[in-house]
């Protein structure tokens, strides 16, 4: 099973509004990372996760805020987002030790604030 | 920081042709990757190399890791209409920081369309 999973798919939300994205991978991985990407460019770092620790945090505004409850889940809290937080939020997951490059990516929560 | 210079930078083609693109950098990665990305989904794993001089195959794709350390080539032979989308190449560079899991730079993409 090579497969990352994310819910919801779609989210619009306001700019007073708090929601939650949420990813899960069943591959035994141990580092699960947070991506953000525009429009026809690359993912964007925004977190790491390793063994459920946060070990890189790419100078994210504090509006965003992820969590790593266990090895396999991974949520991202949203809250007071702006207009141009709007983009294709994508979670990945790899192992930490053998090949910890080979990112294997979700399908992606498309989020539009209003 | 670092960047990847991925060119062409999108390509148009006719179906049955072989495509070429590359990723180059300044400076000398450890890893490289290919990935392709189709419109409204996540990116898929193509290629992964670990070692200069490497040419790896999957399918009709033929990747390779550079001798100098400071390239990647990916090649799709015949190309056929479900191949059109956005490759990216992405690399770790080295020396790998400590603490430093995971983190790849990516190239800026390459849009590929094939016209049947």
Redesign the interface.
Known sequence: DTE?T?TPKHLVMGMTNKKSLKCEQHMGHR?M?WYKQKA????E?MF?Y?YEKL??NESVPSRFSPECPNSSLLNLHLHALQPEDSA?Y?C?S?H?AE??????????T?LTVT | GQQLNQSPQSMFIQEGEDVSMNCTSSSIFNTWLWYKQDPGEGPVLLIALYKAGELTSNGRLTAQFGITRKDSFLNISASIPSDVGIYFCAGQPAPVPSGNTGKLIFGQGTTLQVKP
């Open positions: 990352v994310q580092a990372y026809k460019k690359p993912p770092l790491v390793s070990s890189i294709l994508l990945a790899s930490i090949r910890p490059y080979e990112q294997y990516f979700g399908p992606g498309r």
